[in-house]
């Protein structure tokens, strides 16, 4: 078993930043992969970033070149750098893990674990 526990959620302006943070205890050495996506009110959870064991990193199209995502093996966290964010980024975001294979995944259905989520709100 994998717990997560997110972190940093918030209102900010446009074009503001957030830091978002996970938490792990649990089986975090079995982990693969540690990643972020995101879903709004009746749509499906969308892929954000994810990084690998190894420190591999990838974004959604949509994310890439603001968000940044980093982990902290020693204190088994694992953090999403929200920069220049717009309004269409507001939603609950949620952290996830996956200890099986591929090693990593863009679907939300590869995933075991998830937080409870944490709402972003970006004003315009």
């Known amino acids: 078993q994998v717990q997560l526990v997110e972190s940093g959620g918030g209102l900010v302006q446009t074009g503001g930043s957030l830091r978002l943070s996970c938490s792990a205890s649990?089986?975090?050495?079995?982990?693969?992969?540690m990643g972020w996506f995101r879903q709004a009110p009746g749509k499906e959870r969308e892929f954000v970033s994810v990084?690998?064991?190894?420190?591999?990193?990838y974004y959604a199209d949509s994310t890439k070149g603001r968000f940044t995502i980093s982990r902290d093996n020693a204190k088994n966290t694992v953090y999403l750098q929200m920069n220049s964010l717009k309004p269409k980024d507001t939603t609950v975001y949620y952290c996830?893990?996956?200890?099986?294979?591929?090693?990593?995944?863009?679907?939300?259905?590869?995933?075991?674990?998830w937080g409870q989520g944490t709402q972003v709100t970006v004003s315009s």
């Open positions: 996830t893990a996956k200890i099986s294979p591929p090693l990593r995944s863009n679907y939300a259905t590869s995933y075991e674990y």
């Open positions: 649990g089986r975090t050495s079995s982990t693969y992969a």
């Open positions: 990084i690998t064991r190894s420190g591999n990193t």
